[in-house]
C-alpha cells in the first residue's frame, strides 16, 4: 500500500505563502482557490484584518465552500470573484491591484499567468507552485506535468521577471516572479 501525504504534509501553504513575501496589509490573489481553500485561509492569517485575499475560481461549488469555511471560522478578509482565469480581463479586478497572484496545480498556462500579471502592482510578485516532472505514486500523469523552464520562458514574453526556484513540498517545485 502506497502512503500518499495530504494537506500540509504535501504542501505546507505557510511555508510557500511566506517564502513569497506575504505580509500584512498586503492584497492577494489566489487563482484557482479550490474548495477548500488551502491557501486561502493561511494568505488570510498572514495579511490580517487590514489585508484581502481574493479566491477565485470558475467553480461556484469551489466558492460556496470557501464562503462557508471562512463563516465558520469567521474570517472576514476573504473576498470570493467568480471568474474564468484563462480569459484576460476575466477576473474582476482591477489592474495592478494586488501585492502577489497566487497559482497553484493548474499546469501554469500562458493565459493564466498573463491575467496573474495584469493584476500584480508593478514591483509585485506572482508565485507558481506545480507538481514536479517527476513521477510519483498520486497526482497527475507525469506528461502532463509542466516544465519548469517553460514557465520561465513563459513568463518572459509576457515581462515577467524571474526571481527564485524553490522545492515547495516532496513533489512540488515553485517559482516566483516580479512584475
Known sequence: MVYIPSGTELLN???ILKKAGISEGMKIADLGCG???HFVFPASHLVGDKGTVYAIDILKSALSGVESRAKMEAVSNVQT???????LGGTKIGNDEVDIAFLHNVGARIDMMKEAARLVKPGGKVLI???????????????NRPDPELIKKDA????LKFLEEFKAGPYHFGIIFVK
Not at 470573484?81 to 480569459?87: L, T
Not at 518572459?156 to 515581462?159: L, S
Open 13 to 15: 501553504p505557510f511555508e
Open 129 to 143: 507552485v506545480d507538481w514536479e516532472k517527476t513521477s510519483s505514486p498520486f497526482g497527475p500523469p507525469t506528461k
Open 81 to 87: 470573484i467568480w471568474s474564468d482565469i484563462e480569459v
Open 35 to 37: 474548495t477548500q481553500g
Open 156 to 159: 518572459e514574453e509576457i515581462k
